[in-house]
């Protein structure tokens, strides 16, 4: 039950979008009085007192496109404007209780939210490669818990095997192999520090495929899947191949100048 469902006519007789809105309030006031009865929101009430947020949302909505496009976009644009000024008015002096619930839950519908986004495949690092960690409180020695059951960057460890490596340890002839010895990524440097070590790895790598054609494929240092992953893409970004190899903590990327069966497998 809302207050635009056959209640008026035509609800622009009523005045600007001010007086439209002053009227939608005590309409629902009317219809639910645990709105003015109630001092706070329990489980007991929070039916009552949250089906007229919902359904004054959507009466806020129809009004505001109705007065104008723009009246709509500032609903949007910010949550400090002239529009949210004149709502926040007629919330503070009809709804005195929940005027804050109303208005935080306003803002959460109609106001635009920056998201981060990753790459598609891609995720943050994780674990003990995450640029931050929980810590215990002050004086608490034992520092974050651990988890168990877990692998590295959240991965389970498994006792199967990839796809690309059950049945036999890839035994085909490559010729020689090496290590690229890039000295691994140290989880006690910066995330900056950590993407430019599991990076200059591939170069590394790269550059001794490049000098040595004997070299048909050379492991990289364990890491977790995110730093995995921009090896992957670094590894074919300079015109060769990669796979990752191992379990758990001990899975690595493998740089090859063959395509493989299955690839970028972080």
Request: hydrophobic share 30%; aromatic share 8%; charged share 30%.
């Amino acid at each position: 039950m809302a207050f635009l469902d056959g209640e008026r006519d035509s609800f622009r007789d009523l005045g600007d979008l001010g007086t439209q809105v002053e009227a939608c309030l005590r309409w629902y006031v009317e219809q639910f009085p645990p709105l003015l009865e109630d001092r706070s929101m329990t489980m007991e009430n929070i039916g009552n007192l949250t089906a007229p947020a919902v359904f004054f949302c959507l009466d806020l909505k129809i009004l505001a496109g109705a007065d104008s496009q723009n009246t709509a976009d500032a609903l949007q644009a910010s949550d400090n404007n002239a529009v949210w000024e004149t709502i926040d008015r007629h919330l503070d002096q009809l709804l005195p209780n929940f005027s804050s619930h109303f208005k935080t839950y306003l803002r959460w519908v109609f106001v635009k939210k920056e998201e981060q986004t990753w790459d598609v495949g891609s995720r943050p690092p994780v674990g003990r490669y995450a640029p931050f960690q929980r810590r215990g409180r002050p004086g608490d020695s034992k520092g974050p818990p651990r988890r168990s059951g877990g692998g590295q960057g959240g991965r389970p460890q498994q006792g199967g095997r990839d796809r690309h490596e059950r049945g036999q340890d890839r035994d085909r002839p490559r010729g020689p192999r090496r290590d690229a010895g890039a000295g691994g990524i140290k989880s006690g440097g910066s995330h900056a520090d950590q993407e430019r070590a599991a990076l200059e790895a591939v170069r590394t790598a790269v550059d001794q495929l490049r000098s040595n054609p004997a070299l048909a494929e050379i492991k990289l240092d364990p890491s977790n899947s995110f730093f995995r992953r921009l090896q992957h893409k670094r590894a074919v970004a300079e015109g060769f191949h990669s796979f990752s190899t191992g379990e758990g903590m001990q899975r690595a990327v493998v740089v090859t100048r063959e395509k493989q069966e299955q690839e970028d497998n972080p």
